[in-house]
């Protein structure tokens, strides 16, 4: 995989980061706290933590 291809991950991982952080923020479902505990996740993991998220995070 030549630098084209690892940008190209790197530009998919940051979607998928943005996406979830908005949808963490538009959750109505989710305390404050929570809304805080996985964008901070997200930052700090970008893909483990979207993965994560995926499966655990607040479902509207």
């Not at 963490?24 to 809304?35: C, E, I, N, P, R």
């Not at 901070?40 to 970008?46: S, V």
Request: charged fraction near 10%.
């Amino acid at each position: 995989m030549g630098l084209e291809g690892i940008g190209i991950g790197g530009l998919l991982v940051l979607i998928a980061d943005v996406y979830a952080i908005i949808k963490t923020l538009g959750s109505t479902q989710a305390t404050t706290g929570s809304k805080v505990f996985w964008i901070i996740l997200i930052l700090l993991l970008p893909l483990l933590g979207v993965i994560i998220w995926f499966f655990a995070g607040p479902k509207d």
